[in-house]
Nanobody, 127 residues
């Protein structure tokens, strides 16, 4: 079983910065895509940013965070990061880490790929 553990959330003033970290652990062979999503009260969960396994240049961002947030990953550590600059009150939400199409070992066998979610970390931006 793969687990995703997020850290780095907290309370910050508008204009401030935070860096989120998500580490995947378990018998992992490979992870195709990793990403961050967020959900504010009363809203649906929305994509913030994703990054493919082939490097930090293959990324995708929500329009609302372009130019302010940067996603990166360390494949050797099965870890994804989200650097958040120039934070706004509307960025307040629970941020969830996602690992897409995770290939993991069970004994000597590779299991069919599946997706995993972290438990979420709260980000609060005060005005």
């Amino acid at each position: 079983q793969v687990q995703l553990v997020e850290s780095g959330g907290g309370l910050v003033q508008a204009g401030g910065t935070l860096r989120l970290t998500c580490e995947a652990s378990g018998n992992i062979y490979a992870i195709k895509n990793m990403g961050w999503y967020r959900q504010a009260p009363g809203n649906q969960r929305e994509l913030v940013a994703t990054i493919a396994s082939d490097g930090n240049t293959n990324t995708n961002y929500a329009d609302s965070v372009k130019g302010r947030f940067t996603i990166s990953r360390d494949n050797a550590k099965n870890t994804v990061y989200l650097q958040m600059n120039s934070l706004k009150p509307e960025d307040t939400a629970v941020y969830y880490c996602n690992a897409e199409r995770v290939a993991e070992f069970s004994g000597w066998n590779l299991l069919p790929p599946r997706d995993y979610w972290g438990q979420g970390t709260q980000v609060t931006v005060s005005s």
